[in-house]
């Protein structure tokens, strides 16, 4: 496993089919998946596919990270940078298990990860999307620094586009 970052309370580590079972876990949670448009994993099998074809790390040298608690060093979600060559824009992401909200990881990540992103990689602009309704959302991405840009459709619910340097 290939560590990317480190955070005061976290490690950002590469994905490996061996967190397919938090991976399963993490989107059969309605709560958790409401405002990202994905639909939760059929099957444990389903999420070990997945990781197992997930080649933005090969193909674009970034993509969404494993955050591992230093504390007891158990998978919380996951925050990264994810290429979208339909648009050619890198956006940031963040999910994490419930017990996890309103602790500061997201933020935590994500800070860390925008960092990563515009200073060792020299992304600019990175974007954030979030539907309107998603407010924790919203509001990890004015925390980390972001800009809100405008408006879009977030399959067929308003949405806000946030970025960090030049569109």
Known sequence: MKQILETERLFLRELTTNDSTNFY???????VVEF??????????EAREF??????YSRNGYGRWAAITKADH??????GLKYDASVNETDIG????????????A???ATACL?????????NPIVGRAMAANTGSLRVLEK?????????????QKGAIFSKGQL
Request: charged residues 25%.
């Open 94 to 105: 963040f999910r994490f298990f419930e017990h996890h909200w309103n602790k500061g990881f």
């Open 51 to 56: 990781l197992e074809n997930y080649t933005d």
């Open 36 to 45: 990202t448009g994905d639909k939760p994993f059929a099957s444990e099998i």
């Open 25 to 31: 876990e993490l989107n059969l949670n309605p709560k």
């Open 144 to 156: 980390i620094g972001m800009v809100y840009q405008r408006e879009f459709d977030f399959n067929g």
């Open 74 to 79: 158990k998978f919380a979600g996951w925050c």
């Open 107 to 109: 933020t935590e990540s």
């Open 115 to 123: 960092h990563y992103g515009i200073t060792q990689l020299g992304l």
